[in-house]
């Protein structure tokens, strides 16, 4: 069965980073895409970029440009999504989810819930 | 504002059929598929269909996607007090260097 299982909750201070890992298991991770995807408070789901956790390669929406960085260490068969100068409008619940074809994305790790607050 | 439009909310009454549509353009459900997830509160998404209208193991088929053009459309029959949920679409989109597009979601109620 395939999961994928996310780090902890995170309290951060304004101009802060977060760094939430994503550790899939029942398949290779090598082969599909891992998304992130995050949902504030009261809002609809947004997407952040996506890795390739073979080559490493990126994609990242164009309002994250500059300030997201994904990775992956094959070693541990783990991706991780860095978000750097925090502000407020950061708060909400992180999700990492398998990419299939087509980008249609299953599972979806737990969340993670990052708080930006002074 | 999202890319791909949804209505805000739907309602219907047990058994009742309802449907959501989704609206975007040529660049994303015009030349991709698109995907549908629920969205039950405290849990993580779920997908309900994808390839606009396959529909993953274990998902009953009282829930159908259908797509013409650049829209799609979830139509959910025999409504349940258990489909009470956010309902997004999504697709690929190719500007910009490629990237995913949701709609802005649906809250769905069971009268």
């Known amino acids: 069965q395939v999961h994928l299982v996310q780090s902890g909750a995170e309290v951060k201070k304004p101009g802060a980073s977060v760094k939430v890992s994503c550790k899939p298991s029942g398949y290779t991770f090598t082969a599909f895409h891992i998304h992130w995807v995050r949902q504030a408070p009261g809002q609809g789901l947004e997407w952040l970029g996506r890795i390739n956790p073979n080559s490493g390669g990126t994609n990242y929406a164009q309002k994250f440009q500059g300030r997201v960085t994904m990775t992956r260490d094959k070693s541990i068969s783990t991706a991780y999504m860095d978000l750097s100068r925090l502000t407020s409008d950061d708060t909400a619940l992180y999700y990492c989810?398998?990419?299939?074809?087509?980008?249609?994305?299953?599972?979806w790790g737990q969340g993670t819930l990052v708080t930006v607050s002074s | 504002q999202s890319v791909l439009t949804q209505p805000p909310s739907a309602s219907g009454t047990p058994g009742q059929r309802v449907t959501i549509s989704c609206s975007g353009g040529s660049s994303n459900i015009g030349s991709n598929t698109v995907n549908w997830y629920q969205h039950l509160p405290g849990t993580a998404p779920k997908v309900l269909i994808y390839?606009?209208?396959q529909r993953p193991s274990g998902v009953p088929d009282r829930f159908s996607g259908s797509k013409s053009g650049t829209s799609a459309s979830l139509a959910i029959s025999g409504l349940q007090s258990g489909d009470e949920a956010d309902y997004y679409c999504?697709?690929?989109?190719?500007?910009?260097?490629?990237?995913?597009?949701f709609g802005g979601g649906t809250k769905l109620t069971v009268l």
């Open positions: 999504a697709a690929w989109d190719d500007s910009l260097n490629g990237h995913v597009v």
């Open positions: 390839s606009d209208y």
């Open positions: 989810a398998r990419g299939l074809e087509n980008s249609w994305l299953d599972p």
